[in-house]
């Protein structure tokens, strides 16, 4: 099946940093969702992409969908210690929806 | 706000037992998903089900079964479990087929000893 390259796998950071993941496809995608799991429970929607080059927020997350439609990005904003959970991004192409492995965010206080 | 509810949080099963696990979704929506979650792996398609009484192979369905014989409710059968297939498992349901966004449970932790 297709296969998503997220990156970077763990990020540890100070409250307040800027925080950038991405993931890259050798497939083209006609959507790109992006996912944040916290522990103990499932993921949750958090971005959802459409059209290359479209550049979408919520809250102080950024998400885009890059313009070859094979790749994507997740900005986070001055960090917080709520962010700390699994981020994951998602696409999909013709069929079901190929996950991405995870970034795991940590923030300290 | 759609709900879907897995009926154990965690399981500890011995090796060769037959596993249930089950989902319920309360939003009537038509599509039911299981997954499962490894570290370093991700989230990986077991099977799923577009339909009441249809299912479809995911990506890894190899010792698996699942059934639908109600549109809310979807289950994930372990026919012999082994100690391989220890790990998190998902299940989420969305309103239509390709209609990306899943909303997913909170997970069963299911551990074969």
């Known amino acids: 099946g297709q296969q998503l390259n997220q990156s970077p796998q763990s990020m540890f950071i100070q409250e307040g940093e800027d925080v950038s993941m991405n993931c890259t496809s050798s497939?083209?995608?006609?959507?790109w969702l992006w996912y944040k799991q916290e522990p103990g429970e499932g993921p949750v929607l958090l971005i959802a992409?459409?059209?290359?080059?479209e550049l979408t927020s919520n809250g102080r997350l950024t998400a885009q969908f890059g313009i070859t439609r094979k790749d994507s990005f997740l900005n986070i904003s001055a960090s917080i210690p709520s962010d700390v959970g699994i981020y994951f991004c998602?696409?999909?192409?013709?069929?079901?929806?190929?996950f991405g492995k995870g970034t795991m965010l940590l923030v300290s206080p | 706000d759609v709900k879907v509810t897995q009926s154990s949080r965690y399981l500890v099963k011995r090796t060769g037992e037959k596993v249930f696990l089950e989902c319920v979704q309360d939003?009537?929506?038509?599509?039911m998903f299981w997954y499962r979650q490894d570290p370093g792996l991700g989230l990986r398609l077991i099977y799923f089900?577009?339909?009441?009484?249809?299912?479809e192979k995911g990506d890894i369905p190899e010792g698996y079964s699942v059934s639908r014989e109600k549109k809310e409710r979807f289950s994930l059968i372990l026919e012999s479990a082994s100690t391989n297939q220890t790990s998190m498992y998902l299940c989420?349901?969305?309103?239509?087929?390709?209609?990306?966004?899943?909303?997913f449970g909170s997970g069963t932790q299911l551990s074969v000893l």
């Open positions: 992409l459409y059209k290359a080059g």
């Open positions: 497939s083209i995608f006609n959507t």
């Open positions: 998602a696409g999909r192409g013709y069929s079901t929806l190929t």
């Open positions: 089900s577009y339909d009441v009484k249809m299912k």
């Open positions: 989420a349901s969305s309103l239509r087929w390709k209609n990306e966004k899943l909303f």
């Open positions: 939003m009537d929506h038509e599509n």
